[in-house]
């Protein structure tokens, strides 16, 4: 094994015990605004505990989300025992649109978040907005598979988290013309692709029991 394999071995290991107790720290601002955290160590233990919060028979859908996807746990849903409202296999705006208010009633909605604060706070940027609505909104259930690479120190350094690292990365995923799309900086634009319309900031969930965050000791999603 050479140097700089073991280096970055022991580098990964310092990073990952950090994240380790880091997160309970998380977990314990989640459960002060009402909102329940779980830790898990890796993707599979991440797929295992979100399957854990839906019964079978529940009806669910997403917004844009890589992290749900890069654990695995839109494959799983499609293919168990749920009704799936899928927005990904639409064919018309049309009835994209008719499913995502299907969403917006469903029993579970799964997303991740863009960021948040070391005490709980949860920092969402949107562009078409059905995925920050959801968020506030409408799903009895929400599930968010939140990689510890989105923590931020406190409130500020979540938003420009967002708005200068998720926003201007996410915005290489589709055909948008966006100063960030082609400079990889916010330019707090009013471009009519923007993807930064509307901003959510969940500082407390009123109804307990509805939001769940996953914090997964591995980078996910942007």
């Known amino acids: 094994m050479s140097l700089i394999h ?13 994240n380790r107790m880091l997160a309970q720290k998380v977990i314990k601002g989640l459960e002060s605004r009402n909102m329940t955290g779980y830790y898990a160590e ?22 844009g989300s890589v992290s749900i996807a890069e654990i695995g746990l839109k494959d799983a849903v499609c ?7 899928n927005r990904d296999t639409c064919a018309t705006p049309e009835e994209k649109r008719e499913t995502e ?26 562009g078409n ?23 931020a120190a406190d409130f500020d350094n979540a938003l420009s988290r967002a708005r200068n690292i998720a926003a201007p990365i996410n915005a290489q995923r589709f055909p948008l ?4 799309k082609k400079t990889g900086a916010c330019a707090n634009c009013k471009s009519r ?7 959510l900031v969940t500082r407390y969930s009123r109804h307990a029991g509805r939001i769940h965050v996953i914090l997964v000791n591995e980078e996910l999603g942007y």
């Open 129 to 151: 907005s059905n995925r920050v609505a959801a968020i506030a909104y409408g799903p009895l259930h929400v599930v968010m598979i939140v990689g510890m690479n989105k923590v």
């Open 42 to 63: 890796t993707k599979e233990d991440a797929l295992k505990q979100a399957l854990e919060l839906i019964p079978k028979g529940s009806s669910i859908g997403w917004g």
């Open 6 to 18: 073991r280096t970055k071995m022991f580098m990964d290991n310092n990073i990952s015990t950090r």
């Open 193 to 199: 692709d923007s993807i930064c319309c509307e901003f």
């Open 177 to 180: 013309d966006t100063p960030c």
């Open 101 to 126: 208010l299907k969403i917006f009633g469903s029993d579970y909605f799964l997303c991740s978040s863009n960021a948040i604060t070391e005490d709980g706070i949860l920092v969402n940027i949107d």
């Open 79 to 85: 293919n168990g025992d749920y009704t799936v409202y």
